[in-house]
């Protein structure tokens, strides 16, 4: 029984409640990640897993006690039972799959990048114009508990400063492929981008960065860059993403939030909360839990699954839509081309 067509049939809150069935696209971390969120919400249906990997497609379908498995996703876009799909695939077929989910009729939920380049989010955004269908972009540190609080908190923020900077990333993986994944600043870049949209809340003006392949011989993928961001409101960023080192001190990702009148910290994978108000803090605090943990939820991951259903079943726009997720990677390739030309990129 398709959601679209019975939609009248929800009884939100109710014994009755419908749960839309979904379709898992790419069984590895991720897949199973959202799997495993899925199972414990109970918010959805899993009626199918797609994977090129036969393997891990027929494990996940076991062990989540799916209807079925394939290794072709158009046999789950086919399917007039699946009302959504999940997209946890390598970064190249985002938009391959993107577009055929839309054509479909399905609802996507869509690991984050959107697409590897700014041409194929326009594609995406066109075909999604018009359907009515959800389509939402898996940037979950809008939902952490602690990024909530800051944008509560702070209305209008004077300077950002951010950073996801992690140890060297191994040559031979996925994400690194300059085809595959797009290398590390847009794998993980993409997030701090997003992240730096939705704090300073407004859109990005202007775009200016230096950098390079610094810790890789073996490409000529970008992999460590430093930009500043000025958005239409004024506000300004600043941006360190690579892959140079990572230390305990500040963690792999970190956020800075100066207000004129004192600063917001965010430390330990944004974990840790320090409030000052001049040289003092004024309040202090660390979550715990990790991203297993469905009622501290510090990931955002729960928080993030959630939007998706109400999406689908209330008919709210995405917190994150094509809109943003086609931002974060455009920021991207504004501060590539920025460290190419040498010159300060206006966005559109």
Known sequence: MSLQNN???LIVGGADVYKPKVAIIGCGNFGRLHSNTIKKLDNF???AYADINRDAAEYCCKQYSAKYYCEDYRRVL???DIDAVFVCTTHDSHYTIGIDAIAAGKHVFMEKPLALTPAHCDSIKKAIEGTGLKFMVGHKMR???N???VKAEVKRPMIIVAQMMDNRWPDNIWPQDPVKGGG???????HIFDLITYIAGDWPDTVYAEGGTLNHSNTTIIDNI???VRFKNRVIA???IGDAGCNKFTSKTMLQVFTGNGCINLSNALHKYSRYEGQDVVEEFELTGDYTDMTADPQGFYAEVKEFYQCIVDGKEPLVGVVEGSNAVKMVHAAFESIRTGCVQKMG
């Open 45 to 47: 249906e899993i009626l």
């Open 184 to 190: 590390n600043v847009l794998s993980q870049g993409c």
């Open 143 to 145: 939902f952490q508990p």
């Open 226 to 228: 430093v930009a500043t």
């Open 147 to 149: 990024i909530k609080k």
């Open 238 to 240: 600043s941006v360190a």
């Open 78 to 80: 086919d399917d007039k």
């Open 7 to 9: 939609i009248e049939k």
